[in-house]
């Protein structure tokens, strides 16, 4: 059974620092590219950080270029976002996505886990 369970998400005030896990069983790990995306409300889901699977190759949505650095471990099956600078506009639901394939794709998404930047 496919699982990705995130972890770390919470309040915290506008400046501070989260670090989000993702932790993945199911499947092969190292096959998969790793997203992180949000969701604020009454928006469309965002994507904010991806790592390839060998972990040599990311890329940042703009909004969080310089703040957010995302990586994996690949014997633990595990994906992380570290944020730092936090700024109410990164208050959203924070979900991992596992991602292979262009023409026949496939993706699995963890339940969420919510950031609120507040002070």
């Known amino acids: 059974q496919v699982q990705l369970v995130e972890s770390g998400g919470g309040l915290v005030q506008p400046g501070g620092s989260l670090r989000l896990s993702c932790a993945a069983s199911?499947?092969?790990?190292?096959?998969?590219?790793m997203n992180w995306y949000r969701q604020a409300p009454g928006k469309e889901r965002e994507l904010v950080a991806t790592?390839?699977?060998?972990?040599?190759?990311?890329n940042y949505a703009d909004s969080v270029k310089g703040r957010f650095t995302i990586s994996r471990d690949n014997a633990k099956n595990t994906v992380y976002l570290q944020m730092n600078s936090l700024k109410p506009d990164d208050t959203a639901v924070y979900y991992c996505?596992?991602?292979?394939?262009?023409?026949?794709?496939?993706?699995?998404w963890g339940q969420g886990t919510q950031v609120t930047v507040s002070s």
């Open positions: 996505n596992a991602h292979r394939g262009a023409i026949i794709t496939f993706d699995y």
């Open positions: 790592i390839m699977s060998t972990g040599r190759r990311t």
């Open positions: 199911g499947f092969t790990f190292s096959d998969y590219a």
